[in-house]
DNA sequence: GAGTGGTCTAGACCACGGT
DNA sequence: CCGTGGTCTAGACCACTCA
């Protein structure tokens, strides 16, 4: 997905539909049609860009198959929210307990500052930024089942820190959506097994260096700029990730 | 995706484009063009469907999306292969290294018979088909990286088990396309952490019971029919799994 | 140059959702 | 009923590949 950015001017080299893809893109970015408010009809885009009706439903067409609009024959084209295309779980990945009840999340520790240089690399940063970092555990019961740290860009994620101080909502990225205007849109997880650090082992009341799976994920927004950096730890026991792919 | 069989008739209360893309489905599984031979051309299949070019065009477009057509500017539109379909490693996600080179496969076993329930069940077998039981391994160098049980219909595969006595592939799916007319289409895959079983730890060289992460695959076919069943053990240090998602 | 797919037009008629 | 998107047509011109 091209980077749009906000005053960016359409790219003439490119088809005429794409261009109008990029300029829609743009505005829904900008949040140009929210809360269930429909996008102007086919016939009225296509009087807007000065193209045939085919070539604005060409561009619709594109940005349905990325994911970022809904067409309701009869009703109108809207744009899909974040909290709908998460669709709940959809990148939340482990035991069938989880699915059925959402585990209850704890945050043990939240701090801005420079964080590992690890998250830093991943995250893109500048030198001087500061990195906003979470640590939770989510528990089904009374059992700890997941040792988790996020880090963010803190000054993308700025009203995120007042809001962790209250709240603990058991998944992010709908908050990254409402409070910070944040979409995610792809994820990339990477499962290795090590032995549990001593921090971790702590909320699972174990022995530090006792086997564990450690899954890394780094989100992109729809840009493919990286927003998140997360690793979490799952004791060998709980472990369960399931996965489909074409 | 639509089961399409052998002699389907057009499903009439579809749109036309639909009826022309379930047609040309049924004849790219029955191999109707193979071998890097291209479809005809559009103004050809609008033709022949007696339909203008933009109706073929939309039923094109529909199996591009769908993985099963490939089209090249100024050249034709070609069956997408199996084997390049799967490019090489697609559902085998280990370490660096196996990706540089791919491991050396073993195979310890192959049977005909009844199979483990969990497998017929998975597989959707009849009571009376049998299934082909496949137990390989695979090296990088002389360390053993994982132990490999694969469970087939027997009447779909029956040219596998005599190949499969001669021959020792890296890998399976190009061989299922190649001797099968099998294509691979989707994997779910399932990751457990168990304690080895005695027949998978002994070829480790490890005692029974040491902790593995276990890889459950379902792979199906084009028309979501099961066509595999897979059991893969991986010890923990060499345990890498990436995968990415949207 | 011949043949292919890629883009685009300016219409048509139909099916669906709400009034 | 009107306005929406869904399907389809019969062309046009362009860009790419290969002989």
Redesign the interface.
């Given at each position: 997905m091209r980077a749009i950015g906000p005053e960016a001017a359409p790219d003439l080299r490119l088809p005429r539909y794409l261009q109008i893809r990029d300029d829609l893109m743009r505005r829904i970015c900008a949040r140009a049609w929210s809360d269930g408010q429909p996008l102007p009809a086919e016939d009225r885009l296509a009087g807007e860009f000065e193209v045939s009706v085919g070539t604005v439903r060409k561009a619709l067409q594109v940005l349905v198959?990325e994911?970022m609009l809904e067409r309701i024959h009869g009703k109108g084209t809207f744009v899909t929210r974040a909290f709908e295309r998460i669709s709940m779980m959809r990148?939340v990945r482990f035991s069938e307990e989880e699915r059925r009840e959402l585990p209850t999340t704890r945050c043990l520790n939240l701090e801005v500052g420079d964080g590992p240089p690890e998250a830093r690399t991943r995250l893109g940063l500048a030198a001087r930024e500061k990195l906003l970092s979470i640590h939770r555990t989510r528990a089904c019961g009374k059992e700890v089942i997941l040792s988790e740290h996020v880090w963010l860009s803190h000054k993308r994620f700025a009203p995120l820190e007042a809001y962790l101080k209250k709240e603990s909502p058991p998944l992010l990225y709908p908050v990254y959506d409402s409070l910070c205007g944040v979409l995610v849109?792809?994820?990339?997880?990477?499962?290795?097994?090590v032995p549990l650090p001593a921090r971790d082992a702590r909320v699972f009341g174990l022995a530090a260096g006792t086997?564990a799976?450690r899954i890394e994920r780094l989100m992109t927004d729809p840009s493919e700029q990286p927003i998140e950096w997360r690793v979490s730890y799952v004791t060998?026991?709980r472990?369960?990730?399931?996965?489909?792919?074409?």
């Open positions: 198959a994911g990148f849109s792809r994820a990339m997880d990477e499962l290795t097994m086997p799976i060998q026991a472990f369960h990730y399931a996965i489909e792919s074409r």
